[in-house]
């Protein structure tokens, strides 16, 4: 399932605004938000270094962390974050507080196995993913960290659907009017053909002279 949970400290934030946030990032740590849950918003602030590891650490998304607030322990998903457009430094981060029956949408991602046991693919036939992620609905303290997808038997022509994929309980796709497509199995200009005979031609040989008597 989701990724090992981690806890941060964090101090309480007075105030907020630009002026604030700016302040808090001067100080070499990053504003954030924790909200949700029925209960106000809380303005907190984080350590840079924390934050930073956990953002480019993967998984950061599909994650349920605790904060430490003053003592104050908070179970939060994150939801979204920013980033310095020029040097990925992280500027600011919502976090959702996480209550006992919570859910949320989450994009997860999707992994691929057996591919080499793919006849299409094999013949020179190319995996065409339609999908990197899919947003399912879960429990927050339940989401996976990716979804797989087995391409043994898949051949050129083949398309992969969502409900041939196994899925944990209770984790949804959140498109459920269809059934939509993941990946294909697609032709190439490099695909192997399909092993034919032939019909030997007899090699061209010199047209018979005429006979002695037309020569004339």
């Known amino acids: 399932m989701s990724h090992d949970s981690y806890e941060l400290k964090a101090e ?11 302040e808090v990032r001067r100080n070499g740590k990053v504003p954030a938000v924790i909200y949700g849950d029925k209960q106000p918003p809380l303005a907190i602030a984080l350590s840079y ?3 930073f590891y956990k953002i480019h650490g993967g998984g950061f998304l599909t994650t349920v962390a ?16 920013q980033l310095d457009p020029v040097r990925d430094f992280p500027m600011h981060v919502d976090f959702l507080r996480i209550g006992k029956d919570t859910e949320v949408n989450v994009d997860v991602p999707v992994h691929f196995i057996n591919e ?14 339609v999908r990197h992620e899919v947003e399912f609905h879960c429990p927050a303290n339940a989401i996976p960290d990716f979804i ?3 391409l043994e038997g898949t051949d050129i022509g083949d398309s992969i659907h969502i409900s041939s994929v196994k899925l944990p309980a209770g984790v949804k796709p959140v498109i459920s009017d269809r059934d939509f497509t993941i990946a294909t199995i697609a032709g190439s ?11 030997e031609v007899a090699p061209a040989t010199p047209a018979a002279e005429a006979p002695a008597e037309e020569k004339k």
């Open 12 to 22: 309480a934030r007075e105030q907020v605004g630009k002026g604030s946030a700016r």
């Open 49 to 51: 270094k924390d934050i």
């Open 66 to 81: 605790t904060i430490d607030v003053g003592g104050k322990k908070i179970q939060v998903l994150p939801k979204d974050y």
């Open 116 to 129: 080499d046991k793919s006849p299409g693919i094999k013949r020179g036939g190319v995996l065409n993913i």
């Open 148 to 150: 797989t997808v087995d």
């Open 189 to 199: 200009s490099a695909m192997k053909p399909e092993t034919t005979e032939t019909a």
